[in-house]
């Protein structure tokens, strides 16, 4: 932990992308987009670089996180990839054990396996993710989480067979490193299991700060030593829009707002707004009320004044890596495969903090 006498000595910076799928682009244009950005938040010196899953949203096009961080990986250097997560009751824990294990093997030291409870879909999409029969019970979570662990080891795990039999199984047949595995969530229940577990944990403050500051007491004081990890190893997620001034960091996020705002409300949703189209927008008024709401717990703001706001952050929850979610949209007129209002985002902001010593 980068801690001196209750001063942040230094912030580590990561990202989480959804690759959001904006008006006037395609699903191609949004991967291109996203691979652009990790390119430069590689190139700037982020710590890691994580992609969500979510299923059957136009507005996102991160549907399958395995697929998305082996192309990431072949187009950066040494920023690490991962999952931000991997919603683990849509999928059997074998096949995700085998998919990550092959991304080790093909960039040793630069895979995060962040691993989620909620299913990232809505009820329909959940009951056909099931029809295969391979998808996980979510009651049966913190045994497939162990299990994942142990299959991505070495060594394997050794499967007892109703026979007496012993039966060896690994992710892959000669593994020489393994991913760093995660625990995501958003409640105490996440908190307790990574502490029991012994294993790293992200609180997801990004989409639900309330009991942060709980949770990760909660994990910090319950930890448990494990041969994956000796001491609690955690950091938090932000909405972060920066811009040369508040105003512009202002208009590229709302089109995030609204969308959001819209999502709470149950309203039908679509791709993201571009700056044009969500200014020109009226939103109700109980929507209106949620983003006034949601300004409070987003990094909006010139890059001065954010990056002492992400540090503030980084002090509340006494953590030395912030992952940032760039919520800025972008203009009618910019490229459709590229994403400049969140490259620079990420820019601005590495300028302010990188090797930041201040208190």
Do not use: C
């Amino acid at each position: 932990m980068a801690w001196s006498q209750g001063k942040v000595v230094s912030v580590k910076l990561s990202v989480l992308d959804l690759v959001p799928v904006r008006s006037r682009q395609s699903s191609a244009d949004a991967l291109a987009a996203s691979i652009d950005l990790a390119r430069v938040a590689d190139d700037l010196g982020y710590e890691r670089y994580w992609v969500a899953e979510h299923h059957n949203m136009p507005s996102v096009a991160s549907t399958n996180p395995a697929v998305i961080i082996g192309i990431l990986a072949a187009h950066t250097k040494r920023i690490r990839v991962g999952s931000g997560g991997v919603m683990l009751p849509n999928h059997a824990p074998l096949v995700v054990a085998e998919q990550f294990a092959l991304l080790e093997a093909a960039t040793p030291g630069r895979i995060d396996l962040g691993l989620g409870r909620a299913p990232g879909s809505d009820p329909v999409v959940t009951a056909v993710l099931n029809r295969s029969g391979a998808t996980s019970d979510v009651n049966s979570f913190p045994n497939y989480v162990s299990d994942i662990a142990t299959l991505l080891s070495p060594d394997g795990a050794t499967v007892r067979l109703t026979s007496g039999t012993e039966y060896e199984l690994r992710a892959t047949p000669a593994a020489t490193s393994s991913p760093d595995m995660w625990l995501l969530g958003s409640s105490d229940y996440s908190a307790t299991l990574a502490a029991s577990l012994g294993l790293p944990y992200v609180f997801a403050h990004h989409f639900a700060g309330a009991g942060a500051e709980r949770a990760l007491e909660i994990y910090r004081s319950q930890f448990r030593a494990s041969h994956l990890l000796d001491a609690p190893r955690t950091f938090v997620t932000a909405n972060v829009v920066v811009a040369p001034t508040a105003s512009e960091a202002l208009a590229l996020a709302l089109p995030n707002l609204q969308h959001m705002a819209r999502l709470r409300t149950n309203e039908r949703l679509g791709r993201i707004a571009t700056v044009e189209e969500a200014q020109a927008t009226t939103m109700t008024a109980l929507q209106e009320e949620f983003i006034a709401a949601s300004l409070g717990s987003w990094i909006i703001d010139e890059p001065v004044a954010a990056a002492q706001r992400v540090r503030e952050f980084a002090r509340r929850f006494e953590v030395d890596e912030v992952m940032v979610s760039p919520g800025a949209s972008a203009f009618d007129a910019e490229p459709a495969d590229r994403t400049p209002a969140r490259s620079r985002t990420l820019r601005l902001l590495a300028e302010q903090i990188m090797t930041d010593t201040r208190p």
